[in-house]
C-alpha cells in the first residue's frame, strides 16, 4: 500500500516557479514508477511527467518539457516536479501517482498507476 500526499501548489504570475512535492509512504515506494498528471476544469487529466524507480530516465510531456523537471529522492520517499516558465495554460489540479512495476502499461496512461494523492492546486496569471 502506498500512500501520496502533495504540496507545494500555489498562485504565481506567467514566468514565475514553483515547485511540487509528493511525499510517500509505504515500503514499496522506491520500486514505483512515480508520475505527475494534471487536470484543468472541464478538461481531461493529462500526463505531465514521471520517471522510474532509479530516476535515471525521465518522461515529459511536450507541453512541458524543457520547463519542467521531475526527480526523486528515494531516501526521503519524495518526487518532485520543479516547474519554470509558467504559462497561464499550465493552471489546474497536479496529482502525483504511482505505478507498481508489475504494471506493464505506458506510463503516459492514469490507468497504469495504482496509487493517487489528493491534488494540489497550481493557478498561474497572466
Known amino acids: 500500500q502506498v500512500q501520496l500526499v502533495e504540496s507545494g501548489g500555489g498562485l504565481v504570475q506567467a514566468g514565475g516557479s514553483l515547485r511540487l512535492s509528493c511525499a510517500a509512504s509505504?515500503?514499496?515506494?522506491?520500486?514505483?514508477?512515480m508520475g505527475w498528471f494534471r487536470q484543468a476544469p472541464g478538461k481531461e487529466r493529462e500526463f505531465v511527467a514521471a520517471?522510474?524507480?532509479?530516476?535515471?530516465?525521465?518522461y515529459y510531456a511536450d507541453s512541458v518539457k524543457d520547463r519542467f523537471t521531475i526527480s526523486r529522492d528515494n531516501a526521503k520517499s519524495t518526487v518532485y516536479l520543479q516547474m519554470n516558465s509558467l504559462k497561464p495554460e499550465d493552471t489546474a489540479v497536479y496529482s502525483c501517482?504511482?505505478?507498481?512495476?508489475?504494471?506493464?502499461?505506458?506510463?503516459?496512461?492514469?490507468?497504469?498507476?495504482?496509487?493517487w494523492g489528493q491534488g494540489t492546486q497550481v493557478t498561474v496569471s497572466s
Open positions: 520517471t522510474t524507480w532509479s530516476g535515471s530516465r525521465p
Open positions: 509505504g515500503r514499496t515506494f522506491n520500486s514505483y514508477t
Open positions: 501517482a504511482g505505478k507498481s512495476p508489475y504494471s506493464n502499461s505506458n506510463h503516459s496512461h492514469p490507468g497504469a498507476y495504482s496509487y
